[in-house]
Structures are given as C-alpha cells and as structure tokens.
C-alpha cells in the first residue's frame, strides 16, 4: 500500500504543519456550510419564492446527502484513493456553490444544496482519513485531531454569524459563494502536498452493501427532519424512520455473507469502534440541538434581537475551541477512555446547571458560563470520541473509521433538535415567558440525561485505555 508517510513523523515538518492548515482549512469551511444558510433561510424564501412549509428542504436535501452517503463515500476514499476524492469532492463543492449563489428558482437552489451535502459526504471522511493516515497514533495525530474538532465546532457557530452578517451586509448569495475561494485555495496547493494514501490492489466494492446503507441511512435522516415539521406521531415519519430500520438490518445481513464487506463486521465489533461512536452521537446530539432551548430561551424569554441571540453562541464556540486545544494534553495524560468520562461529567454538571435559569436579564450570566464550560465538556468528548474511534486500525481501515465517525456526527447533529423540539412543544403548557421556559428547562434536563447516559456507556463497556496514556501533546 502506497501511503503518505513511510515513517512515523516525531513532530510536525514544515509539509507536514501545511498539510494539517489545508485538511483543518477544509473542515472548517464545511461545518460552516452546514449552518450558514440557517439564519438567511427567510430571506431566501421570499427573494427565491419558496413557499414557507419548503423551507425546510434548503437544509433538509443538504443533511440528507451529508449524512446518508458518508459511509459509503469513507469505504471509497479506502479503495480508490483518498487525495482523489478529497480533491473531487472539493471541485463538486465549488461548483455546487457557485450554482446556488447564482440561483434563480427553488429547483436549483435544492440541486445546488443535494450536491453540496454530497460533496461534504465525500470530503469530510476523506479529509479526517488523510488526516489519521498523515499523523501517526501518539501526541501528533492527538493534536491533529483536536484542533480538528475545535475549529469544526466553532465553524458551525461561526456559519450561523457569519450567514447572519453576509445576509445583512451584502446578499444571502455570498453565504454559496464564501466556499468557492476557500476551495480553489485549497485546491491549487494541496496536489503538491499531500500524496495518495490507496491499496496496491483493489478489492471489489460491495454493491449491495453500499445500497442498503445508504438507504438505510438516507431513511432513518429522512425521518428524523421531517418529525421537528410534522411531529414523532406522523406516518410519514414513523414509516421513513422502520424503513430505515428494516434497510439497516439488511445492511447487516448482506454484511455477514459477502466476501468484501463495505463494512467489515470484525471492525464494528472492536469496542473502541462501537462504543466510541456511540459516545461521539450523543456528543453531537447534545451540544448542538442544546442551542435550541437557549435560542429560545433568549429571544422569547429574555427579549435578545437574533443577532445579540447568535452573537451569545460566540462564547459556547470559545468553549468548544478551548475544549479542543486542551483534550490532546488531556488524552496524552489520563488516555482517550477517562477523557470521555471527564468531559462528559463537565458537560453534565453544566448543562444540569441551566435547569437555575430565570425569567429575567439577570441570569444570563449563568447561561454564558454553563455554555462555555459544557462546551469544554463537550469537546473533550469529541476529541476523545475521535482519537477512539479511529485508533488501533491498520491504514486501508482509516477510511470506514472516518466514514463511520463523519456519518456519526452528521446524524448526531440531525436528530438532535426534532428532538428537543418535540419535549419542549410538549412540556410547554399555557403561553407566556413562564410557560415557554418551564418547557425550555424539560428539554434541558433531557439533554443532561442524554450527557450521563454517555459517560455511563463509556465508563461501563470501553476498555480501560483506547489510547496509552503518556507524556501530552
């Protein structure tokens, strides 16, 4: 197997520090094309024409391709090569963006949107494989992957600005066009940099494999954005969500039997594999559907415009970044397992926190500090989900660990807020400030129950140390 480096690094060349700012360059500008677009959804519908119960579709057809081809995209970057997806992916983006930006009708503005969230299926597994393949297991790959995870996390606050002020300032057209020079910068010197990392040999691609899943997966995605319009009870939903069950249980079966698995099974039985993911779902889940209930709580409790409401979020961003630069120290000193648990507990604690908000300005306070310590929490979780998921798998694996991990994260994010939307809806009785934050506090608590439960998994069924504790990054 060809690969990017014949020998472990001991620290970071000057290639190796430009590899890292484009692959780090790359991750942020998708996570912020994923929230973008939220704030500037109004305004689109009014200058393009969509009807408002469309809407949703400008980031459902986006979250659909984005979660729901990941996995089959990651096993590709293993088999054909993953410079060259990466590198095609990013073409797909730009011309995506291009498109939407000069969108004149709803139709195009939904094709411009499926082949962004096709392209993001395809980069960002391919962009974190290179990333695991380039940075050998150690203080270098962990440093690697928690500036990944904390530029990743501040890019989705800082595509909700930064939608925000593009809209404002100049036309919603520019939040499509922002990518295109990011993506042509990274295009331009990336073929000098980074090499191809592809099996000498290539095996046969399984079929049927990749169809099931990916239907599985578009399904199950399918039916958790629909049930925040037409709530957890609709037959749409409810039918969408077991399709997506039945077609996973196929996916599993047609595993078992093939000679070429898309997904071999012995992977998904390591319980770094497994239960890393597990706790990386409920990482994303949490934090990011949280925004939520503080949205809310802010705007229709507190009475904030939604700039000063977005402009809050700045310092759960700050929370996250100094999560990520913290967690590769703090993986090199207790190992991957107690960082998951102790940022878990830290997102915990101070999530069950906000359950003391009030009804007046006087408690944002608290808000803003349980917002930036929980997101120190959360990011340490993330980080460590990171480094256990993909740890102790032989290079042409790194592709399906990365592809489980970005479909983990893209799923995560997705059903996060149906489901907090459906508890605060159903816990708010009455009108009026006091009735929406009695809601807003349901859907808090089950936010931290959420959190406990994944320390108690990783606590309960991951070994003692995914990764060797030792000196830190």
């Not at 399984?206 to 399918?222: C, E, M, N, Y």
């Not at 998951?340 to 999530?351: K, R, S």
Request: proline fraction near 4%; charged fraction near 10%; aromatic fraction near 6%.
């Amino acid at each position: 197997m060809s690969v990017i480096e014949t020998e472990a690094p001991a620290r970071l060349t000057p290639r190796l520090r430009l590899v890292l700012v484009l692959l780090l360059a790359t991750q942020f500008m998708l996570a912020a094309d994923f929230a973008i677009l939220n704030v500037a959804l109004p305004v689109i519908g009014g200058n393009l024409g969509f009807p408002l119960g469309h809407l949703q579709w400008i980031a459902t057809a986006f979250a659909l391709c984005a979660a729901g081809f990941t996995l089959f995209f990651g096993r590709v970057a293993d088999l054909f090569g993953r410079r060259r997806l990466f590198l095609g992916g990013l073409v797909v983006l730009a011309a995506a963006s291009v498109l939407g930006g000069l969108a004149q009708n709803p139709e195009t503005l939904i094709v411009a949107r499926v082949f962004q969230g096709l392209a993001t299926a395809a980069v960002t597994p391919a962009a974190l494989s290179l990333m695991t393949v380039s940075f050998p297991e150690g203080p270098l790959r962990r440093k690697a992957l928690g500036l990944n995870g904390a530029l990743m996390s501040s890019g989705f606050t800082a595509g909700a600005i930064l939608g925000g002020v593009l809209t404002d300032l100049l036309s919603w057209r520019w939040a499509f066009f922002v990518n295109v020079p990011v993506a042509l910068a990274v295009l331009l010197v990336a073929p000098t940099v980074i090499k191809e990392s592809r099996p000498d040999e290539r095996p046969r691609l399984d079929v049927p494999g990749a169809i099931t899943v990916t239907l599985g997966l578009l399904a199950v995605i399918f039916g958790l954005t629909q049930a925040s319009e037409e709530g957890w009870g609709s037959p749409a939903v409810l039918g969408s969500l077991a399709a997506g069950v039945v077609l996973l249980l196929v996916f599993y079966a047609v595993e078992r039997k093939v000679s070429a698995p898309l997904v071999p099974l012995t992977v998904l039985r390591r319980r770094s594999v497994a239960w890393g993911n597990v706790a990386g779902l409920i990482a994303f889940l949490t934090e990011c559907s949280l925004v939520f209930p503080l949205t809310l709580y802010l705007q229709e409790v507190l009475g904030f415009s939604p700039l000063a409401a977005g402009l809050s979020f700045g310092v759960l961003g700050l929370g996250t970044v100094t999560g990520g630069v913290c967690a590769p120290k703090v993986i090199g000193k207790a190992g991957s397992k107690r960082t998951l648990i102790i940022g878990g507990i830290l997102q915990t604690v101070f999530t069950a926190a906000l359950l003391g908000l009030g009804d007046d300005r006087s408690w944002l306070a608290l808000m803003l500090v349980a917002s930036f310590a929980g997101g120190v929490g959360n990011m340490l979780v993330i980080v460590g989900f990171m480094v256990t998921a993909t740890s102790g798998l032989a290079d042409h694996e790194q592709g399906l660990a990365t592809g489980l991990a970005t479909m983990t994260q893209q799923v995560g994010i997705t059903m996060g807020t149906p489901i907090m939307s459906v508890v605060v809806t159903s816990a708010v009785a009455g009108t009026g400030a006091t009735a929406i934050l009695g809601g807003l506090k349901a859907a808090i608590a089950v936010n931290a129950a959420i959190v406990l439960l994944g320390v108690l998994t990783s606590a309960l069924f991951l070994r003692r140390d995914s990764v060797r504790p030792g000196r830190g990054a």
